[in-house]
């Protein structure tokens, strides 16, 4: 995909190992996976606008090549309901993200401003993943995702590429699959939706072996027929040549 590699060969040039969040949701849109609507804004008033075009509610993050863990730099400010706050956020970031530049010594460059995205309706959190191995190249990980990834580990890993029964078989490995059939009331997820978008990334790194990791986490799965939502997105890069 040529918008894909033109991104990649951006970044790279500036010396990045990561693309940043708008790139990196050009980059999904470009591949069809679903994802909230976004704009980015370098200014106060720019942002208002953009958030106004978006509609509220909002999420605003700091987009800069100085910062790859934004809540670390206080770079996101969420569920902004009007305009004020939405100015409100928009300068917090910049001093955030200055003083986060000052603690580690760097000049943090803000001339992107930030990226401004819809505030998506919860649904149930699942991470989608992809690390690379040396020895065995490129992987796709599913599980439950947000918080719980980390303390539940409910994951399960195919190589890639694979069909879609692989995908169905992977999510069916997981504890959380009585989550996605529904249960004790709750209606089932969208999982053909969700399976899309496994396929769809799995795509993606098969045309672009730069990929060294990929996290969309939260990725909300809606009720069957909903869809799926890819709320955040974060993709790191190497050359091509050490790809291969």
Do not use: W
């Amino acid at each position: 995909m040529k918008e894909a590699q033109k991104i990649f060969k951006t970044a790279l040039e500036e010396g990045r190992t990561f693309v940043l969040e708008h790139e990196a949701k050009d980059i999904m849109k470009a591949y069809g996976i679903p994802i909230p609507a976004y704009d980015t804004a370098v200014t106060a008033d720019e942002a208002v606008e953009k958030s106004k075009a978006i509609g509220f509610p909002v999420v605003l993050k700091i987009l800069s090549k100085d910062v790859l863990h934004k809540s670390d730099a206080g770079g996101v400010k969420i569920n902004l309901k009007n305009e004020e706050e939405v100015r409100k956020a928009f300068t917090e970031i910049m001093d955030n993200a200055k003083n986060y530049g000052k603690e580690k010594g760097i000049d943090v460059d803000l001339s992107r401003g930030v990226f401004i995205s819809d505030f998506a309706d919860m649904g149930t959190e699942i991470i989608v993943g992809v690390t690379k191995d040396p020895q065995f190249g490129h992987a796709l990980m599913a599980g439950l995702g947000g918080i719980f990834v980390e303390v539940l580990k409910d994951v399960s890993f195919r190589l890639i590429p694979f069909t879609e029964n692989d995908a169905r078989e992977m999510l069916k490995e997981l504890k959380a699959y009585k989550i996605l059939e529904g249960i004790r009331g709750e209606p089932p997820r969208d999982v053909d939706s969700l399976v899309n978008v496994m396929l769809a990334v799995s795509k993606m790194i098969e045309e672009n072996p730069e990929i060294i990791e990929l996290d969309c986490n939260p990725t909300f799965v809606y009720e069957k027929g909903k869809g799926t939502l890819v709320v955040d997105a974060r993709i790191l890069i190497g050359s091509s040549e050490a790809s291969h």
